[in-house]
């Protein structure tokens, strides 16, 4: 089986193993936390388009695509004002909770 792992634009690493998405998240004190998330049988619309992991708290930006509010954030945070998935320029910074979305991920 292969592993894939790269480095995101948040400064994460992530990798990817068979059936599982494991994003790790390194600690203050060094050591490494692992979260196991992510079924690969999970529906791609519920998947965050920048880290592609399932959405948890989805937000729609300015360009009308759906992301993950803590990637779409980080993202503004470092000036990266252009659509992820177009790469326009997004005419306002106005994040709107995607509530259908959200519970439909839920009911999942």
Sequence with gaps: ASVNAWLTRTGQIEVVVPLVFVPLRELG?????VKLTDAVDVPNEFRCPISGGVMRRPVVAADGYTYEREEIEGRLRAFLLTSPVTN?????LKLVPNRILEALIAKY
């Design 29 to 33: 004190t060094g050591e490494i936390a």
């Design 88 to 92: 326009e320029p997004l005419s306002d």
